[in-house]
Each structure stands twice: as C-alpha cells, then as structure tokens.
C-alpha cells in the first residue's frame, strides 16, 4: 500500500517545518515500535552527520513509504512533544488500524487553540520543551475535578516553570472535552493590593460576559464581594464546567476572593495557601530543575545550534543553577543576541553576579534576583533574619531540624513549624523519606542568599561554632543519627568560614577527634579536611598538620574496619618524633592505669613507609586502577564485580556502579573525564556517565570470550575506545561510542590479546598478546602496521611466550612491553630492543607503565613489590614496598607526579614519584627464635631481646632488637634457611637449610662450631634442650635427628611417613628424655631421647598434624588437625581423652592454659576457641563479633596462641596479632602490621614484650605500655 496523496501532499507542503524542527533519533524509537521502520533505516539514517541531514533523510524514506507508517510518524510526534508540527500533519492523516491511532488522542487541534485564546492561557514560549512527566502528573489531578469543583495547586521556588506547566496541561483536547467543555480561563495574578484585584476579577467578569449575548452585560462591580458574587453566578450559571487558573498567587487573602465552589488551577510559591479555602484539594510539587537534556536543549534552541554542538560552558551552566527553567531561559534568551558570551554569563552565575542575569520578555522581573528576593519579603520580620542564617549550609547538604533547633536556641518543635512555613512558601525543600525529615536549600538560594550576605559570612559561621560549644560542652555528639553526622562532617567547615583558627587547631590536631570522626564517617573525609584548611592548620604548625595528614592517609583503611579500631593503638605505630605518636603515648599511659592494655613499637624507626594513601576499595581483589585525566579522581574495579570511584587526595568514594556480572578486569577514563569504560570476564565492554553512574553505551555481542583491557583515545579530537579480549581471532575492537556495533576489527593475533595501548599522539595502538607478540595498528585505518616478535629476546623461546602488556613512552619513540620477569624496551621505528631490565627477583612481572612525563618506568611483580627504573640510566630509582599480594596494575598520574598500584590485597596504593627512593632496609624471614635475657649473661646485657632469623638475602642474622644492633651476620648462603635456633650457653644459633644441612655459628664471630650432615631433604624446625648440649632437628624427609652438636654422636628417630612439621619435649625438665613429634602423616610419635626408641605411635588424626602443646603440669597434650578437630590426651595412657569438634576451618594452632585449666584453638577461618580441659567443653567463642577487612576473623588463620602467667589474658596471631580477655572472650586490644600472615609470636616470660615478623619481613618488637 502506498501513501495517500492527501497525506503525501500534507507532508511535503510542510516538509521546512519538520526538516527545521525534528529530531529524527526521538521519533525512530517508536516508529520502530510500530513495525514500520527497520533497524537497518535506523542505522543509516542515524549514522549521517548531523540532526538536518537526519531528519531528510527520515521525511525522504517517510514519503516512500505506506499510511500506517505517516500515521506512526505523526503519533510520535505527539509522544514527543512536537505538538505543533503534529497539529500541522493532522489534516492529511490518511484511515488507518486503530491501533497506530492511539497516540492522537494527545493531539493540539485547532479547537484547542481557540479555546485556550478565548480564555486568555498564555501561548507556549518562544523557546520551548516539554516536561511531559509533570504536565501528566498536572492532568491526573485535574481530572478529579471532571464531577465536582475543588482546586489543583502546583507549587515550587521561584522560576521553577510553574506557569509554563499549567498552560501545558490545558493543551489537551480529550481533558477540556472531558473535564471543562466550558472553557479554560487564565488570571495573572502576583503580588496585589484589594484595588489591584478588584480590577482583576472586573476585567474577568467582563471578559466572560463578553461571550455572552448583551443582554446578560450588567454594571461593573464596585467592591470585592460583588465582584465575588458576580463571578460565582458566572461560573456557576453560565460556565458551570469551566477550569479557571490563576497564575502566581502569593497571598491567602487574595485566594479568599475565588473561593466561590468552582473548579480552580493555581501555580504558587507557597503550599499551605489552599489551606484557607474550601472544597476539595490536590498538590503537584515541581520540585526539580530540567535534566540535561531538556535544558542543553532550550539552550540550543535560543542559539540555534544542535545540542550536542553547544559548548562545554553550557553543560557548566546548567550544572551550577540545576537546571533551574528560569536560568537557562533568562541566559539562553542574553545568548541568544550575544552567543560569544558563554564563558561570561556561566562566570556571572558562579560569582552569583544574579543581577547581571536580566532580560526576559515573558517573566515578571526584571532580573533573577528579584525574581529569588521577593519570596523572601513576604516572611515575617522574625523568621526572614533565621532564614538569613541558611547562608552559611553547604550545597547539597541536607540537615535535620535538631541542627538548627541548635542553632537558633529554640525548642525541636517550634524550628520544625518555621521550617515547614519556609517549605510551603518554596523557600526550603524537605525530603520526607528520611526520618527525621532533612531540609535542603536549592543552589540558586543558597547562592543568593550567600550573596545578600556576604559581609556577615564569617559572623553568621560564628554564631554557629558558638552555638554548637555551647549545647555540647560537655561532650560532642556520639549518637550517629543525622543531627550528629551534620556536626561531625561540617563543624571544621564552619571553623574555617568563621576564621577560627585556634579552635580549628585545637580540634583537628586532636586524636580524641580523629577517633570520633573516623569512626562516625570513616577517615576520608578527615584527609579532605587536612587538604581543604591545610594553609589555614600551615599557619600554626605544617609539621604536625603533615603528621597527623600522613597517619590518616596510611591507616586509613583500617580507620574503615568494622568492628572499629583503637585509633590510639594504630597511632602508636606513628614515628616517634610524630605528635600524633606523643598524643598516642600520653594517652596510652592515662589509660593503662584502668588496666586497658596498650603496645608499644619499639624499633618501628627501622620501618619507613612510602606510600602517600592506601585506600580498600572493595573487600576483594582489585585488578585495575586508573587516574582520571586531571589526577582528582581515581577509578579501581576487580572481583567484587563493581566499579568505584575515589577522591584521589583522600580516598573519599565518590560514585559505586554495579557494573558487571562478572569480575571486572579493567576500568578506563575518556580524556575529558566524564565517561569511564569498563569491561569484564562476562564478555561486556559498557560505558558510563561518571557524575551520574549511568549507563550510556554496552556492548555486549561481539566479543566471545572475556574482555581483558580497555582504553580510549588520548585526545577528544576523535573519541574511540580501544577493547582486547581472549577470543582467538576477532580479539582487538576499536568502538565508535555513537554506533552499536563495533567500528573496526584488527585482524592479526590468533590467541588472546592481554593488553591494548593508544600511542600519545593516537596514531597507534600497541597490542600484546600470549603468541609473544607486540603489535602495532594504524588507528585510522586499523591496518596491522608492523608486529614486533618478543619471543626473539627471551630465553626458552621455544615455549609460550605471553607479552602480559605493553606501554608507549612519552615521546611516542618507544615501546616497552612485560615478558616473564623482564622488562624489554623497544625502538618503534626499527623494531630494534633497545634495552632488557631484568630486575633478578624471583617473580612475575605483572604490567609496567611509562611515564608521560619522564623516563620513568613502574614495575608491578607477583611477589608484592613495585619498583621505579630510569629507562635512560638503566638504573632502580626505587623501592614501593607496603602490598600484601600480587601487584596487578601500576599507573602514573597524567603530570607524573604520583604513580597508583592495585593488588590481590584488596588495597590501592599511592605514591609521590619525587619521594619514593631505593630502600636498603634487611627484611627478615618469619621463621625465627627469640629469646629474652633474665640478667647479665655472655656477651648481651639485661633486659635486651635477641633475635635471630634469615634475611632476604638468606643470610643469617642475630639482632639485639632492644638496641636495634647486629650482633652477627653470616655470609650469604648457597641453600635457603628454613629454620633457626639459638643457644644461651654457649652463645650460639643453629641453622637448618632447604639442601637438609644443620650449622651451628658461634655468635658474635660466626666461627662454624659445627656442620651437622644426614638430613636428605628441607630442615623445618630445630631447638636446643638440655642446657644446649643438644640440638634436635626434624626435616621433610620424614625423620627427627637428636645431634650431641659437640660430639659425633647423634640419633635418628624413624617411623613418620610424611613431614615432622614440629616436636615438643613432654616436660620441661632439665632432665626430660622424652621426645613428642607430630607429622603431616596424622600421627603423633612419642619417642626417648638416648636410645632412639619409639615409645609410642599415636594414630591421633584422619588428616595432617598441624601443631601439638603439651601442659605445663605434663599430664595431658593437645593435637590440632587438618581434620577441623583438636583432641586431648592423656600422657600416661596415651588415650584420647576429649574429641574437640566444632571448628568449620582446619585448626591449625592449639595452646593450654599456664594452669592447664584451659585449652585454646585456632583455626584457618581466624575463629578462636576456649575449651575447658577436664570437661571437654566448649567455654567461649572469640572474636565472633564480625568479619574484618580480610574477609576473616583474624585477618587469617590463627598460627599462634600464649596465655599470660596468670591465665588472664590470651595473645594469637594471624593476619594481625590480638589479645584477648580469657573469661569473657573478648579483644581488649588489635595490633595491626605493615604486612601480614604473621607465622608465630615469641612472648617474654612477663608476657609484657611480644616479637613477630610479618611475610613482607619487617620485625615488630611489641612492648606493653604501663603506667
């Protein structure tokens, strides 16, 4: 079927008007709906260049096609507000199936026209868009007036659009038909005197007599209540079903004067104002300005421009006055006759210059803020002075009333009755989801209101620093409900604004105030505060402002941990020349005369810390992180299958996208900033609106297998995002944003793409791949442009080779790419290998990133480290030592000023590249002895701490940990240390190596006392007994040797099938001969020291052996098992005595009680237990309190267990060490480490000093604060 001639000539002849008007993407949608458009019309209109050339080319394919499909295009001109142009095509709607009908009945008819010009409804402005959500919300109420009279009020602030809208509801013919076939009438009202109204309501009456026959003319009215009389009988008698709207009422009493039982529309600023009249009543509330859209499109109309042309500036504009309909037509209309002036009029509304926004033919003042001042007049004396202390909120804040009950001394109920007077006059808007309630101001009344008081700024914050001290003098608010949240978050604020600096000191350089903010709001926006008023806290001491800036900064991800940590315990790990350290100390002391317990870090001098902010994104992996373009904001996304956003100062979220549904790989910044790209294991490359976490574009079809990289453009000249994925053939996808499918496919790898990178002037882009390749594309032609071939420099070449990524420096002159554990840089232009870093660590570089401002080059590895190389000198610039896991991501800022890293430890680091530098610091490996001097003994003095443990360089090392001294260090050694020991008498440490060879080491000559040969394979665990005249060890070669060390003498004992992980005399005699071991096998073996003979063999677990204790009174011992169970036996009968089950994790660690009253376990789910020995039974359950930020209660399994002499206190360690209350089972205090996975703690007999060391090596001498 063709098109009608009626209907083809209606759209030729009107053919300008559309081609001018429409935009062709809105009406396709429904078209498509319809069936009369295909996807494939869509796409090739869609992919022409601008809104004209679209919108031909839709009337050109309209003109050849059928009637359904005119009728389909006329009704989406309906749904989309294009009224007018409908109107004009309604003449030539050809017949038709009802259903593509059913859009008309929305239409603007010329019956419409004259009924709203009859009754004097303004026509709609020049400029004009559609707000069809409320218009439909203002029709719905209007429809309940269809059988009796009553009134529709639309309220909201002072150019919110109120009039526009009401005059918009009315141009509807099926509701005048329906609802008001006596017609709509229209009286502008304002702000009037009883004359000026009376003359109003004359000029009605006249006007409706007018349309009757003369003879029905009477007198004018001469007062208010015949005016009133007459106008009742005339909508009464004569216009029974009439609506009659009266535009900007601003007075009650005016109101009174229509209070005559008819059907009333009323546009206000003031809510309650139909509260003094009868009948019945309906609210529709224009709450918010324009979205984006609609306001970038008023804008676009005055400057006759298409939106998405209009400038940066515009979005700005409507951005600062939320898309208030007033700004943006008073500015669009000053635009409209000087289109150069967008910068100018966008800097006179952030310098709230209101008066310089004038000009509107159709509004009543002259300028905005007269429009946004004479709200404010018409308050009462009394309350126009309280609304002036508004000015000093901050935007977007929303307060409860007890805030300012606070702030105006006045009681809770009588604040919540002005405040709801300010609401209904549209003054203050409330959000009633919230209980309590919270009241907000708009920007442009916080603006104005900023502006009309600019002087009294500081004297108005001062009232509020006052006022607040003066309700909280004895002690801040703690109660966390919303009045409480306002001051913790905004007290510093008004501090600030009010130049109070001393009490701003007083207050921030505070530990009791970083506890209760932190705790309150979490540490960020602490930081924020040390970054927003640092010159103002410069000025009484930078020193301490950067101390306390640095703590929050590197804690502060424990200052996020529930249950919540004692910040005066963290702050004892602070340098100790720190005031937050003295602060901590001070604090400390005062409370361990209550008995509260505190430890000190005694050598922590020897640790220095790096990194410049930690920040724990998401309780699991992160796997890439990114900069924004202008370094504010930090983007991290990875297995919790989110996306979020961070203040790169501070750590502050900004935005959480539940992005995928799957784990997130990579995450990408467009160079504006205002879109981030994210793809995903789920196969789904999307794109989002930052500001509003919006999806805008997914593409979820071409890519087949996981999608492991993205990245855009560097420049916005030609926006494209770049995607590689592990599909084997169409695995690297340039996308245009403004198409659905992808734009080119590079063709050249045939197994997965890791990594893809644009080169800095965008030409290229560098792909790496696991066929141990680097290629090289042309971007604008995506032809494979030349392929460097890594396998070439790499060793073993024969096997796969994987190029994890690679990275363009900043001239664009090289490529570097990650190999294995190498590095290789290349000339691009000769394909030539310029240089190899091979950094000699045993792990796996996981990505590298050049800076684009320097030589530098970062360096991710596998075993937690990041390093900084010179690419010009060949040379380490330095060490980025602080992460717990593999490093999947380094990146540098876009000035290279910082650099950003991401890891399995759930953690993202930064760093300032000018401060980090090479660290010499010896880092210990965890498998140590200790022991505490009593008194004066050979070559150590009282009271001193000897330590000694293998360094990263496997060398062997005895440190005097008090003093910090290296009392001896062996060469390095060709087999790794497993184990140590050390010996008081003589001085000496034994060593267990990986080759099953035992040395003994004079100390501090390091003379070889002896070199003990017949273990076959790894030395676990060795100690001397008996006064040091014999040395045990047990290896992985299943047996235990008894060495007399100084003699040839020495005794195997075999019997074990699997490792000995550990022995245990069973008494602590000096002339005990029986020998505990436990191994891997399940079995315990209890054997005699002299003749080597097996005493007994324990079959005492289904799985592994991980730990033994025997009691200090040596009846019983305690085995824990892979198995999730502990057991207890009995030392004469070597039968068990109590099954412990219970554990839902492998227990891994088992202590009694001094008393041998108690028995505690461990296990690998961090849970604690208490068990009562003679009964068997379980006493407590510790640390049930909650999960940590490691996803366990312990940080980790619980490896260690000591009770203190008296019983009372028990200490564990795991991913952190805690110490607990026996008989409640609680945590008194938690000492967090640098690292974790701490393996064993060693507790002097005063249990007053405790020595651990954690799995990136740093050594924690531990000591009790005291009074």
Known sequence: MVLEEGARSCLLRHRRNLEQDIKASYLMDHMISDGVLTGEEEERISTLPTRKDQ?????????????????????????????????????????????????????????????????????????????????????DKLYWLQKQPGWVTVFGMAGSGKSVLAAEAVRDQGLIEDCFPGGVHWLSIGQLDKADLLVKIQALCFRLEQSLDSQALHRTPTSLDEAKERLRFLMLRRYPRSLLILDDIWDGTVL?????????????????????????????????????????????LYTRSAPEGLPEEARSIVRECKGSPLVVSL????????????????????????????????????????????????????????????????????IPAKVLSVLWDQEAEEVEDILEEFVNKSLLFVDSHNRPYLYYLHDLQLDFLAEQNRTQLENLHTKVVRQYQQHYSSAPPTSGDEECLYWIRFLTYHMAKANLSQELFSLMFSLDWVTLKAKILGPAHLINDFVDYGPILDKKNSEVRSHFQEFLSLSGHHLEQRPFPDVVQLALSQPQASEVYKQAVEQARDQARSGKLYFDWLNKSSV???????????????????????????????????????????????????????????????????????????????????????????????????????????????????????????????WNLNKPSSQNTMFGHFQPVNHCCFSPDDAYLSTSSNDGTVKLFQVSSANEWKTINVCQWCMDASEEVPVKCSTWTGDGKRVVCAVRSAVLVMDVGTSQLLLEIRPGRLSMVQYCHACPTSNLLAIAFSNYAVELWDLEANKKMADCSGHLSWVQRVQFSPDGSQLLSCSDDHTVRLWETNKV????????????????SEGEEEGIESEEVVISAADNCNRLQVRDGRAGVLLFQSEEKASRIRCTCLCRQPFAVALGQEDGTVQVLAIPSGKVLATLQGHTRTVLHCQFVHGGQTLITSSEDTTVRVWRWQTPESTVLQGHKEQVRGFSLLSHSPAETRLLSWSFDGTVKVWDLGSGEKLQDVEAHRGAVLSCHVSSVGRFFATASADKTAKLWHCESWQSVHTLHGHQDCVRSCRFSRDGRRLATGDDGGEIRLWSV???????????????????????????????????????????????????????????PTGSALKRIHVSPDFSTFVTIDNIGILYILQRVSS
């Not at 996306?643 to 750590?651: E, L, N, P, Q």
């Open 256 to 300: 009174k004067a229509f209070d005559i039982h008819c059907r009333i529309l009323l546009t206000t600023r003031n809510r309650s104002l139909a509260d003094s009249v009868s009948g019945a009543k309906y609210e529709v509330e224009v709450a918010g300005g324009l979205d984006d859209k609609k306001a970038l499109e008023i804008l676009a």
């Open 55 to 139: 919108a031909v080319a839709l009337l050109e394919l309209l003109l050849k096609k059928d009637n359904n499909a005119f009728i389909s295009f006329y009704n989406a001109l309906v749904k989309e507000a294009y009224d007018d142009l409908a109107n004009l095509l309604h003449g030539g709607l050809p017949g038709a199936s009802p259903e593509l009908c059913k859009g008309s009945s929305d239409s603007y008819t010329s019956y419409v026209q004259t009924v709203l010009s009859e009754g004097g409804v303004p026509q709609r402005p020049v400029v004009f868009v559609s707000r069809p959500e409320l218009v439909n919300r203002i029709r």
């Open 608 to 734: 220095e810390s790096l990194s410049r902010l930690v920040i724990q994104p998401q309780q699991s992996s992160v796997y890439a992180a990114c900069f924004s373009h202008d370094g504010s904001r930090i983007a991290s996304c990875g297995a919790s299958k989110m996306v979020k956003v961070f203040r790169s100062t501070s750590g502050e979220k900004l935005t959480e996208i539940q992005a995928h549904d799957d784990e997130v790989l990579c995450c990408a910044f467009s160079p504006d900033d205002r879109l981030l790209a994210t793809c995903s294991s789920d196969r789904k490359v999307k794109v989002w609106n930052v500001e509003r976490a919006m999806l805008l574009r997914a593409f979820e079809e071409e890519h087949e297998e996981q999608v492991n990289h993205c990245q855009f453009t560097n420049t916005t000249g030609r926006l494209l995002l770049a995607t590689c994925s592990n599909d084997n053939f169409l695995n690297v996808k340039l």
């Open 917 to 932: 530098h090479t660290n010499s610091a010896v880092r210990l490996k965890r498998d140590s002895d200790v022991y505490f």
């Open 1174 to 1232: 003679k009964e068997g039974s379980l006493l407590k359950i510790c640390s049930r309190d909650g999960k940590d930020g490691m996803d366990s209660l312990h940080g980790g399994w619980v490896t260690d267990l000591h009770f203190s002499p008296d019983d009372s206190l028990l200490v564990s360690t795991g991913g952190y060490v805690k110490w607990w209350d026996v008989e409640q089972g609680q945590a008194l205090q938690t000492f967090y």
């Open 331 to 398: 500015i669009g209309a000053l635009l409209k006759e000087k289109p150069n002036r967008w910068r100018y009029y966008l800097a006179q509304l952030q310098q709230k210059q209101f008066k310089r926004i004038r000009k509107s033919s159709s509004y009543d003042y002259d300028a905005l803020d007269q429009a946004m001042s004479a709200s404010i007049e018409v308050l009462p004396d009394e309350h126009r002075e309280l609304y002036k202390d508004l000015a000093v909120l901050e935007k977007d804040v929303k």
